[in-house]
């Protein structure tokens, strides 16, 4: 019996299961670190007194200390999140519960999880892009997450624009990095309305498919990836948009690497970021380094 929590921008979700299968699963809405946290451990209490929990498992939002030999390993960085940096999440929950407990960035999380049970079963290496809140990239490589001192954050690379698409950018280190260009809040600032609200045929689309597949060309070229996904909030909204970006991505590496990778939606569709806690704490269990 095993219990995870995914920490998303917006909402945490907070999953009990034996394995894979879901005994319970709860949602709470992501405030501060002391309100979010709060919420989350009343779940945990309740599920860790009824039931033989083995361990914990959290894919967070980041920036995050993800090197267990670290003393922060768990503790948030730099995040935009406001009241969440300092805080050791980790500690918090070791001390409370004297559980082991995994720890890695919501999408590596993801990407686990695609390898355990979705799309990616059996490969050694492959990547989960997510578009939701921000964009992030999960890495697996060697069937193993990226990560040292701390995770991988693709999604604040800079990357060639369309002609014409000179927006600033809101990422507030970054201004015009992938995530300042693309994630959900900066659609709707380009927009004036929310991404979600945009259909198939809005423009916008245009410079998102450009950004996105410049983002997977790096993806391709650095982790060698036999499968990208693309999952996320926006993404969801508009699936059509995967096979674009696929289009997009094999023109721009001109027959380059070519044979070598697919790109599609996660298999595991929304469950992937709560089953990605799951996969963490199964792999903390079995020895890993989640």
Known sequence: ??????????????????????????RVPTRD????????????????????????????????STDRAAPDFGTFLATPKPGWQGFSLAAHL????????GLDSDVNGAALAEGRWGGAV??????????????GVGLVVGGRTMAGRAHSEMGH????????????????????????????PALAARAGVPGEALDE????????????ARLVHTIVLTGAPERVA???????????????????VRESLSGYAQASFGVGAPVLGDQAGPLGALAIALDVLEGGTA
């Not at 059996?122 to 939701?132: E, I, K, L, Q, S």
């Not at 045929?201 to 996105?212: R, S």
Request: aromatic residues 6%; charged residues 15%; proline residues 6%.
């Open 1 to 26: 019996m095993i219990a995870g929590l995914e920490l998303g921008g917006t909402k945490c979700v907070a999953t009990l299961a034996r394995g894979r299968e879901v005994i319970d699963q709860r």
């Open 33 to 64: 670190a002391g309100a979010t946290v709060g919420d989350l451990t009343a779940i945990l209490d309740e599920w860790v007194a009824a039931h033989e929990v083995e361990a914990i498992g959290v894919a967070a939002f980041g920036p995050i």
């Open 94 to 101: 070791r001390d409370r519960y004297g559980l082991p407990v």
């Open 122 to 135: 059996g490969m050694a290496n492959h990547a989960y892009v997510t578009v939701g809140t921000g964009v």
């Open 157 to 184: 690379i800079f990357v060639d624009r369309m002609p014409g698409d000179d927006a600033p950018g809101i990422c507030p280190f970054h201004g015009g990095c992938v995530e300042g260009l693309i994630a959900g």
């Open 201 to 212: 045929l809005h423009p916008i689309w245009n410079p998102f498919v450009h950004v996105l």
């Open 230 to 248: 693309l999952g996320g909030g926006v993404l969801t909204s508009r699936p059509e948009l995967v096979a674009r970006v696929d289009t997009a």
